[in-house]
């Protein structure tokens, strides 16, 4: 398959800059097996999870990593964190109007902040911050937060909350896992109440998960790193859930790709480390039987998966309903549950 084969048309005004209020008033996209489509809300989601199934959450939590500020030459420039290395360290996207060399400085966040430009790996700029406080608390103090680029507007106080779920635990993620910003304390109440049970995988999601294909193949484009835990506990839930015939239902796409790529011998098995998945159609998926998901951009690494998971024609069909159905697409838009078919 080409990349293009993954477009389709999207109204701009589709894309959703701010999240639905509550969080479970959601639009939800049910895509069934045999692929007829049905609407519901994320307040129906309890009533789509089995007593016997498993619902797995991406715990990674979104640090504050925009950051804006002025060459020593004066010149203006934009610092996106991709992955904190230590207390001082960092690498980082950095635009501006010509690409600072090793031993250049930038003064950060109305000068509090001073930087020197180490070196470079590939696209990344090697950071160090200056000082004695951990980089963490700087970017809470003077971060902004990392917005994706298709919602064009500023950050606001707001977005702390909104642009994070409820149950982030590891800061390091300089996107959302937006699957499960649908999920509130009612929503979680609701799934407690049916006694569903949980579990947990941290993968912290980098800024190149917006990145598109831009080579004619998707077989030539390379996957940016993420850094992804996937633990004993649940790699012991996943098998209990087999063992009891359960489903184990990914709540968004990068829990998909940490418990895949957990998989070792056809067996998941505890994993820590950066992984490089990339899932596209004609992939045997081997962890996980359903899954939550948002709308995603058109020609992404991430629709691909979609389509490897639930089969091409029926999902870009679905793709088609939400755009006619006027669901909101993207990070703050509406949501998606699908299971896995073998159609590819």
Same mark, same amino acid.
């Given at each position: 398959? /080409? %990349?293009?084969?993954?477009?389709?048309?999207?109204?701009?005004?589709?894309?959703?800059? +701010?999240?639905?209020?509550?969080?479970?008033?959601?639009?939800?996209?049910?895509?069934?097996?045999?692929?007829?489509?049905?609407?519901?809300?994320?307040?129906?989601?309890?009533?789509?999870? !089995?007593?016997?199934?498993?619902?797995?959450?991406?715990? %990674?939590?979104?640090?504050?990593?925009?950051?804006?500020?002025?060459?020593?030459?004066?010149?203006?420039?934009? =610092?996106?964190?991709?992955?904190?290395?230590?207390?001082?360290?960092?690498?980082? +996207?950095?635009?501006?109007?010509?690409?600072? /060399?090793? !031993?250049? $400085?930038?003064?950060?966040?109305?000068?509090?902040?001073?930087?020197?430009?180490?070196?470079?790996?590939?696209?990344?700029?090697?950071?160090?911050?200056?000082?004695?406080?951990?980089?963490?608390?700087?970017?809470?103090?003077? !971060?902004?937060?990392?917005?994706?680029?298709?919602?064009?507007?500023?950050?606001?106080? =707001?977005?702390?909350?909104?642009? @994070?779920?409820?149950?982030?635990?590891?800061?390091?993620?300089?996107?959302?896992?937006?699957?499960?910003?649908?999920?509130?304390?009612?929503?979680?109440?609701?799934?407690?109440?049916?006694?569903?049970? %949980?579990?947990?995988?941290?993968? +912290?999601?980098?800024?190149?998960?917006? @990145? #598109?294909?831009?080579?004619?193949? #998707?077989?030539?484009?390379?996957?940016?790193?993420?850094?992804?835990?996937?633990?004993?506990?649940?790699?012991?839930?996943?098998? @209990?859930?087999? &063992?009891? !015939?359960? $489903? =184990?239902?990914?709540?968004?796409?990068?829990?998909?790709?940490?418990?895949?790529?957990?998989?070792?011998?056809?067996?998941?098995?505890?994993?820590?480390?950066?992984?490089?998945?990339?899932? %596209? #159609?004609?992939?045997?998926?081997? &962890?996980?039987?359903?899954?939550?998901?948002?709308?995603?951009?058109?020609?992404?690494?991430?629709?691909?998966?979609?389509?490897?998971?639930?089969?091409?024609?029926?999902?870009?069909?679905?793709?088609?309903?939400?755009?006619? @159905?006027?669901?909101?697409?993207?990070?703050?838009?509406?949501?998606?549950?699908?299971?896995?078919? &073998?159609?590819?």
């Amino acid at each position: 398959m /080409k %990349t293009r084969d993954f477009h389709y048309n999207l109204p701009p005004e589709r894309i959703a800059s +701010h999240p639905a209020r509550p969080r479970h008033s959601s639009r939800l996209l049910d895509l069934a097996p045999d692929g007829s489509i049905n609407d519901h809300t994320m307040a129906d989601f309890p009533g789509l999870v !089995g007593a016997d199934d498993l619902l797995v959450f991406n715990n %990674t939590r979104v640090i504050p990593a925009r950051l804006y500020g002025q060459k020593a030459s004066g010149g203006k420039v934009e =610092v996106l964190i991709e992955r904190v290395l230590d207390e001082r360290r960092a690498l980082a +996207h950095v635009r501006c109007s010509k690409s600072p /060399k090793a !031993g250049s $400085r930038l003064q950060l966040a109305d000068g509090k902040l001073d930087v020197e430009v180490t070196g470079r790996e590939g696209e990344l700029f090697s950071l160090y911050f200056e000082g004695d406080v951990p980089l963490l608390e700087l970017l809470e103090r003077w !971060g902004h937060v990392p917005l994706p680029p298709y919602i064009e507007r500023a950050d606001e106080r =707001v977005d702390r909350d909104d642009y @994070q779920t409820l149950f982030a635990r590891h800061p390091g993620a300089v996107a959302a896992p937006t699957a499960g910003l649908h999920f509130d304390r009612e929503l979680l109440d609701a799934l407690a109440a049916r006694n569903i049970r %949980t579990a947990y995988v941290t993968l +912290h999601v980098g800024a190149g998960t917006f @990145q #598109p294909v831009r080579v004619e193949n #998707p077989e030539q484009h390379i996957m940016h790193a993420e850094q992804v835990t996937v633990d004993a506990a649940v790699c012991q839930a996943v098998e @209990q859930t087999r &063992a009891r !015939g359960g $489903r =184990v239902i990914a709540v968004g796409t990068t829990v998909v790709r940490s418990l895949e790529s957990a998989v070792q011998a056809g067996v998941l098995k505890p994993f820590s480390g950066d992984t490089r998945l990339f899932i %596209t #159609p004609g992939y045997r998926f081997t &962890a996980v039987d359903a899954m939550l998901t948002n709308f995603h951009l058109p020609e992404s690494t991430l629709l691909m998966l979609v389509c490897a998971f639930a089969g091409f024609e029926p999902v870009m069909a679905a793709y088609r309903h939400a755009v006619e @159905q006027n669901y909101r697409f993207f990070s703050y838009g509406d949501a998606m549950f699908l299971q896995h078919s &073998a159609v590819e």
